[in-house]
């Protein structure tokens, strides 16, 4: 055993890797380890290249090694965590960090890596604990600073979360991650105090440098070549398996085909709200529906709506991501549709485990997921135009009307008095009932003139928290506007809130981000909806639907021509009455009110892609019709 010279193989190995020369990195640890087999450094600078070139089981298999002739080193148990975790092994991957802490109580990176784990299983205040335990072991930790703030932020404490954000960019200055975050949880709150300072860091973020969380920068940039970037980079750490050859080709359509729908979402929230008649109106003779949750557990009558219209319901909150698709795979799913793509609390490496043939992405994630491991996304003709084509690594499957679909047997309330719901009386009612990240101050600057301009207007938006509206009001002050115009209307349950829709005259869309959910809510409602098109995904929804609802002419194409529309419906009332006839028969006849078509469609698409998998055809883009 020659263990000087390994180190010297060592010390050139770790500089390769550092360099990313990987091939030769592996080679040199290797020598070093001919040399002397237990050399810990060594052992762990193999397992890491392994690792980082997708090996995974083979990086395990080194970790277990090393861990045999080192089994008090925290570092390597650490490390092992990480791979099982790659691996999607959450379980072992615990039990692993688990073992770190045991040994070295102290070690940050153990804590964080566990934290992050029980995050994933809903065990939040586990989590927190182990944040905390990070950045006290090391202040200087902007990555437990980092997820310390993610938590916080989904825990709805987001001015904390801002601090944290602060604390890890003032540890790493380039720390994208933290920064698109910030800017997120910012915009959360209506507080726009960095965008001038920082917008010409955003286009930047994930494109370039480290990955990031694509989500984070939907709201923030209307550009969807940069958003396919940062998808592509983020899912490349989800690595993903070959799955064509994993499954048995049929060489005829089964009588029914299985289908497997897996969310986080499957109770009270706007995913289920739009989707339940879908599920309702599915084919049963010719479609096997399955739902996979991974969310909360649910008595409330949507959800009991729900399980009467599947006829299976399997709850996966408790099995890691490799043993949730072995699951599925068990029950030989013909294709399978993530519903969450890259939003909070997915599970997309389950979906990189591989669970079908065929795996689609629709309705959850407005854009595209940029991974190998998904083969088609739901789209329509709108929401992803032929110049943008390029911006997508699926395939598209373009459905005819809009790619959303509704629930045309909706629960309404009676509808409450004006005075209930905080509108003066003789008021015209602007409402922009959006989640309060997706407004910007493009979209404010120009609802404020319109409060100028037309007189006894008031804004309605949805209450986002007391800071966002504290933000809000104060920037309406700025622009010389009384803030007691911004009306805030607070949660309340969805048959309550579709009715107060009755009281609003005008919907103010928001420019990156469209109303999704929130807009289909106004338009069954009968309240217009006024929209700008962007070139993003994100930035198109609305167009799709009022495409979809017959009410094209409230597209417009520029800032300043949405501005003047809303100025003319705002004070014109023959014409905006006209519109509200218009969308009222629509009601009748249009795709966005019919779920009965979009169903059909989307079971067309699915025969169409089993139809390819079956020939042995790859994936290729389908065009269901207008």
Same mark, same amino acid.
């Given at each position: 055993?020659?263990?000087?010279?390994?180190?010297?193989?060592?010390?050139?190995?770790?500089?390769?890797?550092?360099?990313?020369?990987?091939?030769?990195? /592996?080679?040199?640890?290797?020598?070093?380890?001919?040399?002397?087999?237990?050399?810990?450094?060594?052992?762990? *600078?193999?397992?890491?290249?392994?690792?980082?070139?997708?090996?995974?089981?083979?990086?395990?298999?080194?970790?277990?090694?090393?861990?045999?002739?080192?089994?008090? @080193?925290? *570092?390597?148990?650490?490390?092992?965590?990480?791979?099982?975790?790659?691996?999607?092994?959450?379980?072992?991957?615990?039990?692993?960090?688990?073992?770190?802490?045991?040994?070295?109580?102290?070690?940050? /990176?153990?804590?964080?890596?566990?934290?992050?784990?029980?995050?994933?299983?809903?065990?939040?205040?586990?989590?927190?604990?182990?944040?905390? &335990?990070?950045?006290?072991?090391?202040?200087?930790?902007?990555?437990?600073?980092?997820?310390?703030?993610?938590?916080?932020?989904?825990?709805?404490?987001?001015?904390?979360?801002?601090? &944290?954000?602060?604390?890890?960019?003032?540890?790493?200055?380039?720390?994208?991650?933290?920064? @698109?975050?910030?800017?997120?949880?910012?915009?959360?709150? &209506?507080?726009?105090?960095?965008?001038?300072?920082?917008?010409?860091?955003?286009?930047?973020?994930?494109?370039?440098?480290?990955?990031?969380?694509?989500?984070?920068?939907?709201?923030?940039?209307?550009?969807?070549?940069?958003?396919?970037?940062?998808?592509?980079?983020?899912? *490349?750490?989800?690595?993903?398996?070959?799955?064509?050859?994993?499954?048995?080709?049929?060489?005829?359509?089964?009588?029914?085909?299985?289908?497997?729908?897996?969310?986080?979402?499957?109770?009270?929230?706007?995913?289920?709200?739009?989707?339940?008649?879908?599920?309702?109106?599915?084919?049963?003779?010719?479609?096997?529906?399955?739902?996979?949750?991974?969310?909360?557990?649910?008595?409330?009558?949507?959800?009991?709506?729900?399980?009467?219209?599947?006829?299976?319901?399997?709850?996966?909150?408790?099995?890691?991501?490799?043993?949730?698709?072995?699951?599925?795979?068990?029950?030989?799913?013909?294709?399978?549709?993530?519903?969450?793509?890259?939003?909070?609390?997915?599970?997309?490496?389950?979906?990189?485990?591989?669970?079908?043939?065929?795996?689609?992405?629709?309705?959850?994630?407005?854009?595209?997921?940029?991974?190998?491991?998904?083969?088609?996304?739901?789209?329509?003709?709108?929401?992803?135009?032929?110049?943008?084509?390029?911006?997508?690594?699926?395939?598209?499957?373009?459905?005819?009307?809009?790619?959303?679909?509704?629930?045309?047997?909706?629960?309404?309330?009676?509808?409450?008095?004006?005075?209930?719901?905080?509108?003066?009386?003789?008021?015209?009612?602007? &409402?922009?009932?959006?989640?309060?990240?997706?407004? *910007?101050?493009?979209?404010?600057?120009?609802?404020?003139?319109?409060?100028?301009?037309?007189?006894?207007?008031?804004?309605?938006? @949805? #209450?986002?928290?007391?800071?966002?509206?504290?933000?809000?009001?104060?920037?309406?002050?700025?622009?010389?506007?009384?803030?007691?115009?911004?009306?805030?209307?607070?949660?309340?349950?969805?048959? /309550?809130?579709? %009715?107060?829709?009755?009281?609003?005259?005008?919907?103010?869309?928001?420019?990156?981000?469209?109303?999704?959910?929130?807009?289909?809510?106004?338009?069954?409602?009968?309240?217009?909806?006024?929209?700008?098109?962007?070139?993003?995904?994100?930035?198109?929804?609305?167009?799709?639907?009022?495409?979809?609802?017959?009410?094209?002419?409230?597209?417009?194409?520029?800032?300043?021509?949405?501005?003047?529309?809303?100025?003319?419906?705002?004070?014109?009332?023959?014409?905006?009455?006209?519109?509200?006839?218009?969308?009222?028969?629509?009601?009748?006849?249009?795709?966005?009110?019919?779920?009965?078509?979009?169903?059909?469609?989307?079971?067309?698409?699915?025969?169409?892609? #089993? #139809?390819?998998?079956?020939?042995?055809?790859?994936? %290729?883009?389908?065009?269901?019709?207008?």
């Amino acid at each position: 055993m020659d263990v000087v010279a390994a180190q010297h193989q060592t010390d050139r190995a770790n500089a390769l890797r550092f360099a990313g020369c990987w091939a030769d990195a /592996e080679a040199a640890y290797r020598r070093a380890l001919e040399l002397a087999p237990a050399h810990a450094e060594a052992l762990n *600078g193999l397992a890491i290249v392994l690792r980082s070139t997708g090996r995974t089981a083979e990086a395990i298999e080194v970790y277990h090694r090393a861990i045999d002739y080192h089994p008090a @080193l925290a *570092g390597l148990h650490n490390n092992l965590g990480n791979a099982l975790r790659d691996a999607g092994r959450g379980r072992d991957a615990i039990a692993s960090y688990r073992r770190a802490i045991d040994l070295q109580p102290g070690l940050a /990176e153990a804590h964080c890596h566990l934290g992050v784990m029980l995050r994933r299983r809903g065990e939040v205040e586990q989590a927190m604990a182990q944040y905390r &335990c990070a950045v006290e072991a090391r202040p200087d930790y902007a990555e437990g600073w980092n997820n310390l703030g993610n938590l916080l932020d989904e825990l709805g404490h987001r001015a904390e979360a801002v601090a &944290c954000y602060r604390r890890a960019l003032a540890i790493r200055p380039g720390y994208a991650a933290a920064r @698109l975050q910030k800017l997120h949880v910012q915009a959360q709150l &209506c507080d726009w105090s960095d965008l001038a300072s920082e917008a010409a860091l955003i286009p930047e973020l994930g494109v370039e440098g480290e990955a990031v969380a694509p989500f984070a920068a939907m709201a923030l940039d209307d550009d969807p070549q940069r958003h396919l970037h940062r998808a592509m980079r983020y899912a *490349g750490q989800l690595g993903g398996v070959a799955r064509h050859t994993a499954f048995t080709r049929p060489s005829e359509r089964p009588p029914r085909l299985r289908i497997g729908y897996f969310s986080a979402d499957f109770h009270d929230h706007a995913t289920l709200w739009l989707m339940i008649r879908l599920f309702e109106l599915h084919d049963r003779e010719r479609f096997d529906v399955r739902l996979y949750s991974y969310g909360p557990a649910s008595d409330r009558p949507m959800r009991r709506r729900l399980l009467n219209a599947v006829e299976s319901f399997i709850d996966i909150r408790h099995l890691d991501d490799a043993a949730a698709a072995e699951l599925a795979r068990r029950d030989r799913l013909d294709i399978a549709i993530d519903l969450k793509g890259h939003t909070r609390s997915s599970r997309l490496g389950i979906f990189a485990a591989g669970v079908a043939p065929v795996q689609i992405s629709w309705l959850g994630f407005p854009g595209t997921i940029g991974a190998s491991f998904i083969d088609y996304v739901l789209a329509d003709r709108v929401v992803i135009p032929d110049e943008e084509r390029a911006c997508y690594s699926e395939k598209l499957i373009y459905l005819p009307g809009a790619y959303l679909p509704t629930d045309d047997r909706r629960n309404l309330a009676e509808t409450p008095d004006r005075a209930t719901t905080g509108l003066p009386d003789g008021s015209f009612v602007f &409402c922009a009932f959006h989640n309060s990240y997706k407004i *910007g101050p493009a979209e404010f600057d120009i609802w404020m003139r319109l409060l100028a301009a037309v007189d006894s207007s008031v804004l309605w938006l @949805l #209450h986002s928290g007391d800071e966002a509206a504290r933000n809000l009001r104060a920037e309406a002050a700025v622009r010389g506007i009384a803030p007691d115009r911004l009306i805030f209307a607070p949660p309340l349950p969805q048959a /309550e809130h579709l %009715a107060r829709h009755r009281h609003a005259d005008l919907f103010l869309d928001c420019f990156n981000y469209n109303a999704h959910t929130s807009a289909t809510d106004a338009l069954y409602m009968g309240v217009p909806v006024l929209t700008r098109i962007g070139r993003s995904f994100t930035a198109r929804v609305a167009a799709s639907l009022l495409q979809a609802a017959g009410l094209p002419e409230l597209i417009t194409a520029r800032n300043a021509d949405y501005e003047v529309l809303a100025s003319r419906l705002a004070t014109d009332k023959p014409r905006l009455d006209a519109l509200k006839r218009k969308l009222a028969a629509n009601r009748m006849s249009e795709p966005l009110f019919r779920p009965e078509l979009i169903t059909r469609a989307v079971e067309r698409a699915f025969d169409a892609v #089993h #139809h390819r998998y079956r020939a042995g055809e790859p994936p %290729a883009d389908i065009d269901l019709g207008p």
